[in-house]
């Protein structure tokens, strides 16, 4: 498994973020847009329980990069 090249999903049970870290450009749009789910300091990095699931998808949309995506749960 290499660290530089990972594939992680995260849910509040509504949506689940699919992040890819090596598409991560770090532009911190995430945590520019929503720093109540991104928190790169911390552990797991992404918490989706902070947060409603609309704004969720609306940081998720603002990724330059493509390595947030989401989909939502069934």
Do not use: Q, R
Request: with cysteine; proline share 8%; glycine share 4%.
């Amino acid at each position: 498994m290499d660290p530089k090249d990972l594939t992680k999903e995260y849910s509040n049970g509504e949506v689940t973020i699919v992040w890819k870290s090596g598409l991560c450009k770090h532009a911190a749009e995430c945590v520019k847009n929503n720093p109540a789910v991104f928190k790169p300091k911390e552990k797991p990095w992404i918490n989706p329980e902070n947060s409603d699931t609309e704004a969720i998808v609306e940081t998720i949309k603002k990724c330059p990069s493509g390595a947030l995506t989401y989909y939502y749960n069934k």
